[in-house]
């Protein structure tokens, strides 16, 4: 399938998903985050790729916000819908059966940001910059923002973040843990290729029930997330990965898993 403002492509068992709107430094607007929706169908679906890595055309931004053309045309009830649109996306990304890498290759602004944190890691350029910008256009972070945030940092970080506006650079949001890792521009897709092909060499399902256990776990209180830990731990014991898993071990080999 082919987008207008995306592109798909695949290399192995590691999925590479640009934002492909680079003179409006990849703005998310309605089309965008339909066609967006649809490609993480796709890698769903997909039985090869293991791990998604999601980032941005051109040398200049990830995403440098939703699209302000876009939204100077809503009306109110556009604007919730709109707002329903990007977060069901978003946590499309935050629940896909798949690790998922933000490979942030400069701005990362407002709805920006927000697709970055709906990823489960974050690796970003030297040159990057990230916030949530809204309240300097008079709006709220609506895209997940004001809830992602506040889980990722500290409450009164993520109120200051989102209460001033201020952007900042890889090295301080590297710092307040917004990201993982910085790298140098050149070596950005390449390091978070190695990364994901670390993470797909892994047992898939086992990796797969660690975000299982992590996201869900985060919503319950601590005893009602181990349990859920306990069970999920049950059910990787019924797969052939896990046989195969022990057995490689055992028998001093690469273990050949086989998502089953």
């Known amino acids: 399938m082919t987008w207008n403002n995306i592109v798909l492509e695949k290399e192995g068992p590691v999925a590479v998903l640009t934002i492909n709107r680079p003179k409006v430094l990849n703005a998310l607007n309605e089309e965008t985050l339909n066609e ?12 090869e790729a293991r791990v998604l890595i999601i980032t941005g055309a051109g040398e ?12 100077q045309k809503l009306n109110p009830l556009e604007a919730r819908d709109f ?14 059966p ?9 701005f990362a602004l407002g709805g920006g940001c927000e697709l970055a944190m709906a990823c489960d890691i974050r690796v970003a350029t030297e040159n990057a910059k990230l916030g949530q910008p809204e309240v300097n256009l008079g709006l ?23 209460f001033t506006a201020d952007t900042y650079d890889a090295a301080a949001a590297q710092r307040m843990g917004l990201v993982n890792h910085v790298v140098p521009a050149a070596e950005l897709l390449d390091f978070c290729k190695k990364m994901a092909g670390r993470i797909a060499a892994r ?9 299982e256990a992590i996201n869900e776990g985060m919503e319950m209180d601590l ?3 181990f349990a859920h830990e306990a069970d999920l731990f049950g059910i990787v014991f ?19 898993f086989k998502n089953k």
């Open 140 to 162: 709220i972070a609506g895209f997940g923002g004001t809830q992602r945030l506040t889980r990722l940092v500290n409450p009164g970080l993520a109120k200051e973040i989102l």
């Open 238 to 256: 019924s797969t052939e990965d896990r046989n195969e898993g022990i057995a490689a071990f055992l028998e001093k080999r690469k273990a050949g």
């Open 36 to 47: 967006l929706d649809q490609a993480l169908e796709q890698t769903r679906r997909d039985n």
């Open 83 to 96: 707002a329903r649109l990007g977060q069901g996306v978003f946590s499309r990304i935050e629940n896909l």
């Open 98 to 106: 798949k690790p998922v890498i933000a490979a942030i290759n400069g």
């Open 203 to 211: 047992g898939p399902v086992a990796v797969r029930l660690t975000k």
């Open 223 to 225: 005893e009602k997330a």
């Open 60 to 71: 200049k931004a990830f995403v440098a916000g939703a699209d302000i053309a876009h939204m």
